[in-house]
């Protein structure tokens, strides 16, 4: 058990709709990094949060945001879904703002776009 | 170019074998160096860290860094059904954040 923990495991939604993803950090953890996994992408990186504040952009759609609230839990935000946006999303933490790269991971969010 | 580039397999061993799972990566930036394992249905866990070239082993793996020809190599001795997983690289360099390999499947039967 990695510590940080994502909610809900799995979704299914229609074309068009919005949802969000939840995430606790493991205690301590003061960055949230969001992930996409996808079969043809692999492990993309999204966005990244630092004590409530934005630290690092990747390939974040403008149809999604994120943000990470003052007890350090993180929503990200998926609207105007599409069937393209069907995937893994992982959330993982770090003690740090910049540290050498070793994340814990929670168990994912299986999104479903029909 | 992908900056990380890594053979998806699927990698099929029987129980025993050595297996070697490799990375290449491009921007000579990159200086630390991970191997994640990712077992169906979760997510990636550290499996291994360095920062500079060499071997690095704990247990029955090892992980090796060539910076000079940007290649990085996961050991695994005796390898085990259990390993039967998904193997990520990761590196990363000067914004921290890791860039992940898409993962070898590997298959270890008895």
């Known amino acids: 058990d990695s510590g940080v923990t994502q909610t809900p495991k799995h979704l299914i939604t229609a074309t068009g709709q919005r949802v969000t993803l939840r995430c606790s950090p493991r205690?301590?953890?003061?960055?949230v990094y969001w992930y996409q996994q996808s079969l043809d992408q692999g492990l993309q990186f999204l966005i990244q949060?630092?004590?409530?504040?934005?630290?690092a952009k990747g390939n974040i759609l403008e149809r999604f945001s994120a943000q990470q609230f003052p007890d350090l839990h993180s929503e990200l935000n998926l609207s105007s879904l599409e069937l393209g946006d069907s995937a893994l999303y992982f959330c993982a933490s770090s003690l740090g703002e910049r540290g050498t790269g070793e994340l814990f991971f929670g168990e994912g969010s299986r999104l479903t776009v029909l | 170019q992908k900056e990380v580039e890594q053979d998806p397999g699927p990698l099929s061993v029987p129980e025993g074998a050595i297996v070697s799972l490799n990375c290449t990566y491009s921007n000579s930036v990159f200086q630390y160096f991970m191997w994640y394992r990712q077992y169906s249905r979760k997510g990636p866990e550290l499996l291994m860290y360095?920062?500079?070239?060499g071997n690095k082993e704990d247990g029955r793996f090892t992980a090796q860094v060539d910076k000079s020809s940007k290649y990085i190599s996961l050991f695994i001795r005796d390898s085990q059904p259990s390993d039967s997983a998904t193997y990520l690289c990761a590196i990363s360099g000067g914004s921290y954040i890791p860039t992940f390999g898409r993962g070898t499947s590997l298959i270890v039967h008895p």
């Open positions: 205690s301590g953890d003061l960055s």
């Open positions: 949060y630092y004590n409530g504040e934005e630290r």
């Open positions: 360095t920062y500079s070239s």
